[in-house]
């Protein structure tokens, strides 16, 4: 079931791939999809867009997803933010958490998790 309302999303992943099938899916969900393939370019949409959630890799060029999370709080913008790793650790999630970040996916992550969580986040939000 799509969403009413149609949410801003900002994907940033340099695998051409994983972003080209997250964007299918939302896209799919009816929320706007706009995609990014590295962390700089990440940082200037949100610094520079309104965004309702950003999907962030962890591992990037340029900046790490953790990186970007850092950079926002530095410039007091707060943007909700789903961390992904295909390199999870108890490390890499605490320090999304305590950057500020929703949660952390694992990757490839699934997509009826991918949509469960956002629609989650949505649904929370009001």
């Known amino acids: 079931m799509g969403s009413v309302m149609s949410y801003r999303i900002l994907v940033a992943d340099d695998q051409a791939d994983c972003r080209d099938a997250i964007q299918a899916l939302l896209d799919r969900q009816g929320w706007a999809t706009t995609t990014v393939c590295d962390g700089a370019s990440a940082l200037e949409r949100l610094l ?11 591992h990037m060029p340029s ?17 909700p933010s789903i961390i992904m790793t295909g390199n999870p650790s108890a490390s890499i999630e605490t320090e999304a958490l305590d950057l500020g970040a929703i949660t952390m996916l694992h990757k ?11 629609d989650r986040f949505f649904s929370q939000r009001g």
């Open 48 to 58: 520079d867009e309104t965004f309702d959630l950003s999907l962030l890799d962890v």
């Open 108 to 118: 490839p992550v699934s997509a009826d998790i991918l949509r469960i969580t956002i």
């Open 63 to 79: 900046l790490t997803g953790l990186e970007v999370l850092a950079q926002l709080r530095s410039f007091n913008r707060i943007v």
